[in-house]
Every structure is written in structure tokens, then in C-alpha cells.
């Protein structure tokens, strides 16, 4: 099973990685502000994760890491 790590300081909530995720297993926390004031993204569902690292392909600011 991969992994994900997502970093939420870095995080600015854009939900690009929502979007490219093909097993809809994250989603933007909305109970969370990081301190820059976004809501980052979060993991619903690790268990469902297949390792495509789509996330961490699509995140501009680098803060996702998908270890297999």
C-alpha cells in the first residue's frame, strides 16, 4: 500500500490534487487553517490510495510526496 504525505504548512489549497486524484481520497480540511490562512489538503480515504503520485504531480507547490 503507497503512502501520502502531505505537507499542510506548505499547503495553499488549491485542489489541484483533489481534482487529480482518480480514487477521490483527498479532499481540502475544512475544520484546519495552516498558518499562511488555507485550508490544506487531506487525506479521506489513505487506504484507498494506488500509488499514481497524480497529487504529487499536480501540486504546484511541491508539498505532496507518495511513497510506494
Do not use: F, Q, W
Request: glycine fraction near 6%; include cysteine.
Amino acid at each position: 500500500m503507497a503512502r501520502v504525505i502531505i505537507n499542510s504548512e506548505l499547503c495553499k489549497g488549491c485542489g489541484l490534487c483533489v481534482v487529480a486524484c482518480p480514487k477521490k481520497m483527498l479532499t481540502l480540511d475544512r475544520s484546519h487553517i495552516n498558518t499562511k490562512g488555507y485550508n490544506p489538503a487531506h487525506l479521506i480515504k489513505p487506504e484507498a490510495c494506488i500509488g499514481c503520485a497524480m497529487c504529487a504531480r499536480m501540486c504546484p507547490d511541491v508539498c505532496i510526496e507518495v511513497e510506494k
